[in-house]
């Protein structure tokens, strides 16, 4: 599980316009909470990885992704992660996944 003490500087972002944000949002929630610490509600998730977090939230056509890590190759590791299962969900609905790097 992930420490709320560590220091999370690497950051990225995507929005991904769907029309089904919530149920991917649960799914992945669920998928990845048979290993690791996993929430989530109708609106908000969070995934909690060894190496980093994945916060996500659901908008109108819209699921966000935020994920943290503590290093370049960490954060590289969990956009894959999150996107390569989120696009094998949405089999039904190619989705689009662009991640936007930024600072915490």
Do not use: N
């Amino acid at each position: 599980m992930m420490a709320e003490s560590v220091a999370t500087k690497f950051t990225s972002m995507a929005r991904v316009p769907t029309t089904s944000p919530a149920r991917y949002l649960g799914q992945l929630c669920k998928h990845f909470a048979h290993k690791i610490p996993a929430t989530h509600d109708a609106e908000s998730g969070r995934i909690e990885f060894p190496f980093g977090l994945c916060e996500l939230a659901t908008g109108k056509d819209v699921l966000v992704m935020c994920v943290s890590a503590i290093d370049p190759d960490s954060l590289a590791r969990m956009e894959d992660m999150i996107g390569s299962h989120l696009t094998r969900f949405a089999f039904r609905e190619p989705l689009e996944v662009a991640w936007t790097r930024g600072e915490a």
